[in-house]
């Protein structure tokens, strides 16, 4: 079975697609806020499903990481108004520290296709 890189950079790719599975890696974005990086964030994690041929509704799982866990309503806010209700993934979120000090939020999916 192939494997097909979007992406690619000579640390990480973006999104690896192997047979019909596709994975992200964690999306950052920049914002003065949780709300506003959350937004972000999802907005790239469309762009990137649709280019390896899946979208939201295909979500198989999600991990986000906050860098404040105090932040749980505002990312969950807008969340909730992005995610399919009828095809909800399996999640998990926890705080941690994040890549750099201004990333509030990062998001990792795994998505089938097909």
């Known amino acids: 079975?192939?494997?097909?890189?979007?992406?690619k950079g000579?640390?990480?790719s973006?999104?690896?697609i192997h047979g019909?599975?596709?994975y992200l890696a964690g999306q950052v974005a920049e914002g003065p806020d949780v709300e506003s990086q959350t937004k972000a964030v999802l907005a790239s994690i469309d762009s990137l499903l649709a280019r390896a041929g899946t979208d939201k509704s295909?979500?198989?799982t999600a991990t986000i990481w906050l860098s404040d866990i105090k932040n749980f309503a505002g990312m969950n806010s807008v969340w909730d108004s992005w995610v399919d209700k009828d095809n909800?993934?399996?999640?998990?979120?926890s705080e941690g520290k994040l890549a750099a000090p201004?990333?509030?939020v990062e998001i990792i999916v795994v998505a089938a296709r097909g």
């Not at 079975?1 to 992406?7: C, N, Q």
């Not at 909800?88 to 979120?93: L, S």
């Open 14 to 16: 973006e999104a690896v």
């Open 58 to 60: 295909r979500l198989l």
């Open 102 to 104: 201004q990333f509030l």
């Open 1 to 7: 079975m192939s494997i097909e890189r979007l992406d």
């Open 10 to 12: 000579a640390r990480m």
């Open 88 to 93: 909800p993934p399996a999640r998990a979120t």
């Open 20 to 22: 019909n599975t596709v």
